[in-house]
């Protein structure tokens, strides 16, 4: 109960955690693990930590500093560029740059693989999305920056080719949600999902969801439904059956942010399915597979769920024909993607 003196206890009694894991920490004590490390990857992935803080940084200060609205421009895809697309892109590839680890870089916003020639020696690759979902940035709606990173062959030319890897190439990916709080969630090949929130006193990415496992089902869709009457047969009847369930029981609940980052982080959290199929009008799928649907699949996989493309094939093995190829994309809780399987199984896919 309060009292006069406030509700805190004596000095010396409030619950202060010393021992808390930073993602350096985290990267450094993985890096002991294998004997083989030279150090190069954790290297990389400090550059990639700092990449991320400087993004969140102005992202909070966005509507502050006049960084709302377009840029005036449109990326390799098409999209208009927003002036903190423009900013991210530029923030990534720098820090990808520095780092001296990375070979080429592919970013949604350039049309062309960045090669590092300064650094030949370099082994490894990152694709990267800088700001995902950033038609919501002037709304406040969360966006995020997805990244994957492969190593690449001893012969590996630093030319864009190299990278057209499928996600099981992989040796690390993950995603940030810039929101409330900045969270990032980061993955290994072969390992579990860890999630860490962005202290912004300490500047710090603190380890707060350690071993993140997807529910094996939850009542939560996630698709953009305004593209229904483009869908193939099987998607219109697999979300058919989450409206008007069969066997009496409650129909799903719709949640749609439109920031893949976003939906992304909360299926991850409470499970259930978020899907951006491809469709009769978007014969390809919409999303990205290098930087977009294949280090997302990665973390789905390694948190227990599947992802799977709109033939139904195992996302990670799917092999990009060009570096911004695209794809569609269902993933999520493993018995919720199973029934999608299921039912385009039906329909002979
Ligand atoms: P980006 O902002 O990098 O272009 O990506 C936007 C993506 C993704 O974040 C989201 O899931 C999807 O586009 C939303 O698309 P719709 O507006 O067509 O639903
Ligand atoms: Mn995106
Ligand atoms: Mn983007």
Redesign the pocket.
Known sequence: MATTSGNAGPVGQEKINTDIVTLTRFLTEEQAKVKEATGDFTLLCHALQFAFKNIAYYIRRASLINLGGLAGSANSTG?DQKKLDVIGNDIFISAMRGSGKVRILVS?EEEEAIAFDEHPEARYAVAC?P?????NLDAGVSVGTIFGVFRLADDAKGVKEDMLLPGTELVASGFTMYGASSQLVFTMKGAGVHGFTLDGNLGEFILTHPDMQLPKKHPIYSV?EGNSMYWEEPVKEYINTLKYPEDGGKPYAARYI????A?AYRTLLYGGIFA?PADKKTVKG??RILY?CGPMAMVFENAGGQAVNSKMSRMLEVRPESIHDRSGIFMGSYDEVQKVIDIHKKHGY
């Open positions: 999209d949604e999305d700001i995902d979902g950033s038609s953009n439109g920031s893949m980052v939906d951006y919409k999303l977009e």
